[in-house]
């Protein structure tokens, strides 16, 4: 557990999860490789990809996502933080602009990121991303 207070560690967990935008943004592994955890428990799915399995399979997707896209960007949207002792978990909407293959592209994805406290800092150990193929949540229209 930790010392500080809830709101603390929700920004802890923010910048966390800003981290990991960023590393993706840079398309550097190197970047990705400190914000992961290395356990076998380490979960990534892609949109339209399916489960990857411990923290080797992890990186190797993003090394391949990386070999093919020369940009991605990140604008999230509805974000929401909870922290639950050593366990946090980011929802949000990422509004991805990326180019592949010389092709510019633009879809949203829900996310789901979940983090783990190992020695004060705070690791990822799952990202899920679906792409949204239905219109807006009910009551949201």
């Not at 290395?38 to 993003?62: F, N, Y």
């Not at 090394?63 to 949207?77: G, R």
Request: glycine share 8%; hydrophobic share 40%.
């Amino acid at each position: 557990m930790s010392d500080l207070t809830p709101d603390e560690e929700m920004a802890e967990v923010e910048e966390a999860n800003s981290r990991f935008y960023r590393a993706v943004e840079s398309l550097a592994i190197t970047e990705m490789d400190r914000i992961w955890s290395r356990g076998d428990h380490v979960r990534c799915i892609h949109p339209g990809w399916g489960p990857l399995e411990g923290w080797e399979a992890v990186r190797q997707s993003w090394q391949a996502i990386f070999k093919d896209s020369p940009e991605m960007s990140f604008t999230l949207a509805h974000v929401q933080i909870r922290v639950g002792g050593d366990i946090a978990w980011v929802t949000c909407t990422e509004n991805i602009l990326s180019q592949v293959r010389g092709n510019i592209g633009v879809t949203t994805a829900l996310a789901t990121n979940v983090f783990e406290r190992e020695g004060g800092d705070w690791l990822m150990v799952l990202h899920h991303a679906s792409h949204i193929l239905t219109g807006a949540p009910p009551g949201e229209a």
